[in-house]
């Protein structure tokens, strides 16, 4: 069992709330209730710096002080530079975020794309483990995110809601956020997913769809209404996974830097 002084933390940026906890990989479970704060507005670099290290502090008895730090954003992450910023201060975008929370924590960080977390969360510990070959997961939220896992590995950085699909970025009229918006049933949604989901596979050719995001919980609502040539599953670690993946992440980059280790 994972001493408890060693368990990493994740923690989940997005645009309205900013959620962290302790993770136990031999299980994939958050080892407490996951804290949330609300994103500070605006939402700059240095203001969400502080809520990381707020959340950092909470868990200290269980996180300890060579634990390392995995940190989601909702863009593309290069190399822990942030390259675009969806639903985040602008101020973020080229700025080496895993050498700022590293300088500010004194801790290794690793910062990744949010879908890319969620799909690796879902991949060792959900929907995804033990499938084969090529999985889309795609997130649908106020975006779409997607995460690209080939025989186990993640190719990152997808940013599959941003494929223009009939005129529109996807993400505009396929993401939860479009339902919402444009008041659609279930039946109307599910056509908007059908469109996308046949144009995704029609260029990338997967063995399988995970649908993540909120409406994951409610996969009896719509996935048996998505018509498409690919198998399409739900997430099962819902809102978990980010921080479950990016604490995995986290894990797995600190062994392989070897930085750090007790
Ligand atoms: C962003 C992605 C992100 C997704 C979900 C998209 O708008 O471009 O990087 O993964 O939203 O937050």
Redesign the pocket.
């Known amino acids: 069992m994972a001493q408890q002084s060693s368990l990493p933390l994740g923690i989940d940026v997005?645009?309205s709330g900013i959620k962290g906890a302790p993770v136990d990989l031999a299980t994939g479970q958050l080892t407490a209730e996951r804290l949330r704060i609300e994103t500070p507005q605006p939402s700059t670099p240095e203001a969400v710096v502080g809520v990381i290290a707020q959340i950092v502090d909470a868990f200290a008895d269980q996180v300890g002080p060579t634990a390392p730090i995995g940190i989601t954003?909702?863009?593309?992450v290069m190399r822990g530079v942030v390259k675009?910023a969806?639903?985040i201060d602008k101020g973020w975008i080229d700025c080496d975020m895993e050498k700022l929370v590293e300088d500010r924590l004194q801790r290794d960080v690793v910062v990744v794309?949010?879908?890319?977390a969620a799909g690796v969360g879902e991949l060792h510990y959900g929907a995804a483990k033990g499938h084969e070959g090529l999985v889309i997961m795609t997130?649908l939220?106020?975006?779409?995110?997607?995460a690209v896992i080939h025989e186990g590995r993640l190719v990152p950085?997808s940013?599959y809601?941003?494929l223009e699909i009939d005129g529109h970025n996807a993400?505009s009229r396929a993401?939860a956020s479009a339902k919402k918006r444009e008041g659609l049933s279930w039946e109307q949604y599910a056509k908007r997913l059908s469109r996308y989901y046949q144009f995704l596979e029609s260029v990338t050719w997967p063995d399988l769809f995970v649908i993540g995001g909120g409406v994951s919980k409610k996969p009896e609502k719509f996935l048996h209404l998505i018509e498409c040539r690919t198998p399409v599953i739900a997430a099962t670690r819902a809102n978990e996974a980010g921080i479950i993946g990016a604490a995995r992440m986290a894990a797995d980059a600190q062994q392989v830097r070897g930085r750090h280790t007790a």
Do not use: F, L
């Not at 794309?113 to 890319?116: S, V």
């Open positions: 997005g645009g954003i909702p863009g593309v675009t969806a639903n794309n949010d879908a890319d997130t939220g106020t975006g779409i995110g997607s950085n940013e809601g941003h993400e993401a």
